[in-house]
Nanobody
Framework: QVLLVETGGGLVQAGGSLRLSCVCS?????????MAWFRQAPGKEREIVAAISSRGLTTYYTDSVKGRFTISRDNAKNTMYLQMSSLKPGDTADYFC????????????????????WGQGTQVTVSS
Protein backbone atom coordinates (compact mmCIF):
# COMPACT_ATOMS: atom_id res chain seq x y z
CA GLN A 1 0.00 0.00 0.00
CA VAL A 2 1.17 3.48 -0.87
CA LEU A 3 0.89 6.41 1.53
CA LEU A 4 0.10 9.75 -0.10
CA VAL A 5 0.20 13.04 1.76
CA GLU A 6 -0.96 16.28 0.14
CA THR A 7 0.07 19.74 1.26
CA GLY A 8 -0.21 23.26 -0.08
CA GLY A 9 -3.91 23.99 0.01
CA GLY A 10 -5.32 27.19 1.41
CA LEU A 11 -7.32 30.34 0.80
CA VAL A 12 -6.41 32.51 -2.16
CA GLN A 13 -8.03 35.34 -4.06
CA ALA A 14 -9.23 34.88 -7.61
CA GLY A 15 -6.34 35.29 -10.00
CA GLY A 16 -3.86 34.03 -7.46
CA SER A 17 -1.66 30.93 -7.42
CA LEU A 18 -1.05 27.90 -5.25
CA ARG A 19 1.21 24.89 -5.53
CA LEU A 20 0.05 21.56 -4.20
CA SER A 21 2.49 18.81 -3.34
CA CYS A 22 1.93 15.09 -2.87
CA VAL A 23 4.61 13.05 -1.16
CA CYS A 24 4.51 9.31 -1.76
CA SER A 25 5.92 6.53 0.37
CA UNK A 26 5.55 2.78 0.24
CA UNK A 27 7.11 -0.51 -0.78
CA UNK A 28 7.20 0.22 -4.50
CA UNK A 29 9.24 2.86 -6.28
CA UNK A 30 7.43 6.14 -6.86
CA UNK A 31 8.70 6.03 -10.44
CA UNK A 32 6.48 2.99 -11.09
CA UNK A 33 3.26 4.88 -10.42
CA UNK A 34 0.94 6.83 -12.62
CA MET A 35 -0.11 9.83 -10.57
CA ALA A 36 -3.07 12.16 -10.73
CA TRP A 37 -4.87 15.00 -9.04
CA PHE A 38 -8.60 14.83 -8.54
CA ARG A 39 -10.89 17.38 -6.93
CA GLN A 40 -14.29 17.37 -5.34
CA ALA A 41 -16.31 20.50 -4.85
CA PRO A 42 -19.14 20.65 -2.30
CA GLY A 43 -22.17 18.81 -3.60
CA LYS A 44 -20.38 17.59 -6.69
CA GLU A 45 -18.76 14.38 -7.80
CA ARG A 46 -15.02 13.89 -7.70
CA GLU A 47 -13.40 14.74 -11.03
CA ILE A 48 -10.01 14.36 -12.64
CA VAL A 49 -7.90 17.51 -12.77
CA ALA A 50 -4.64 16.25 -14.23
CA ALA A 51 -2.60 13.09 -14.58
CA ILE A 52 1.04 12.30 -15.27
CA SER A 53 2.75 9.14 -16.48
CA SER A 54 5.29 7.33 -14.34
CA ARG A 55 8.32 8.98 -15.93
CA GLY A 56 6.58 12.31 -16.33
CA LEU A 57 6.72 12.26 -20.12
CA THR A 58 2.98 12.37 -20.71
CA THR A 59 0.36 14.53 -19.04
CA TYR A 60 -3.37 15.03 -19.19
CA TYR A 61 -5.50 17.99 -18.13
CA THR A 62 -9.21 18.42 -17.91
CA ASP A 63 -10.38 21.19 -20.21
CA SER A 64 -11.28 23.63 -17.45
CA VAL A 65 -7.70 23.86 -16.15
CA LYS A 66 -5.72 23.75 -19.39
CA GLY A 67 -3.33 26.67 -19.62
CA ARG A 68 -3.71 27.47 -15.91
CA PHE A 69 -2.53 24.34 -14.08
CA THR A 70 0.68 22.37 -14.49
CA ILE A 71 1.24 18.87 -13.18
CA SER A 72 4.78 17.67 -12.61
CA ARG A 73 6.75 15.14 -10.61
CA ASP A 74 10.20 14.69 -9.16
CA ASN A 75 10.85 10.97 -8.95
CA ALA A 76 14.04 11.53 -6.97
CA LYS A 77 11.97 13.23 -4.27
CA ASN A 78 8.95 10.91 -4.48
CA THR A 79 6.81 13.99 -4.99
CA MET A 80 4.17 15.16 -7.41
CA TYR A 81 3.13 18.78 -7.82
CA LEU A 82 0.21 20.78 -9.12
CA GLN A 83 1.02 24.39 -9.91
CA MET A 84 -2.25 26.30 -10.08
CA SER A 85 -2.37 29.79 -11.53
CA SER A 86 -5.13 32.23 -12.48
CA LEU A 87 -7.32 30.53 -9.94
CA LYS A 88 -11.06 30.98 -10.15
CA PRO A 89 -13.82 30.54 -7.56
CA GLY A 90 -14.89 27.49 -9.56
CA ASP A 91 -11.59 25.83 -8.63
CA THR A 92 -12.68 25.71 -4.99
CA ALA A 93 -12.62 22.07 -3.91
CA ASP A 94 -10.85 19.42 -1.92
CA TYR A 95 -7.90 18.23 -4.00
CA PHE A 96 -6.80 14.62 -3.80
CA CYS A 97 -3.62 12.92 -4.89
CA UNK A 98 -4.00 9.46 -6.42
CA UNK A 99 -1.55 6.76 -7.49
CA UNK A 100 -1.60 3.44 -9.22
CA UNK A 101 1.30 1.15 -10.02
CA UNK A 102 2.13 0.30 -13.60
CA UNK A 103 4.98 -1.26 -15.53
CA UNK A 104 3.94 0.62 -18.65
CA UNK A 105 5.92 3.87 -18.65
CA UNK A 106 3.56 5.35 -21.25
CA UNK A 107 0.37 4.57 -19.33
CA UNK A 108 -1.95 7.39 -18.30
CA UNK A 109 -5.21 6.99 -16.43
CA UNK A 110 -8.12 9.37 -15.91
CA UNK A 111 -10.79 7.44 -14.06
CA UNK A 112 -11.10 7.11 -10.30
CA UNK A 113 -11.51 3.36 -10.60
CA UNK A 114 -8.03 3.10 -12.15
CA UNK A 115 -6.39 4.41 -8.96
CA UNK A 116 -6.05 2.31 -5.85
CA UNK A 117 -4.15 4.68 -3.58
CA TRP A 118 -5.50 8.01 -2.36
CA GLY A 119 -4.38 10.83 -0.14
CA GLN A 120 -6.53 12.46 2.51
CA GLY A 121 -7.03 15.64 0.49
CA THR A 122 -6.15 19.29 0.86
CA GLN A 123 -8.66 22.10 0.69
CA VAL A 124 -8.38 24.90 -1.84
CA THR A 125 -10.66 27.90 -1.50
CA VAL A 126 -10.67 30.68 -4.08
CA SER A 127 -12.45 33.85 -3.08
CA SER A 128 -13.93 36.27 -5.59
Amino acid sequence: QVLLVETGGGLVQAGGSLRLSCVCSGPYAFSLHVMAWFRQAPGKEREIVAAISSRGLTTYYTDSVKGRFTISRDNAKNTMYLQMSSLKPGDTADYFCAATRTYDSDALYFNQRDFDNWGQGTQVTVSS
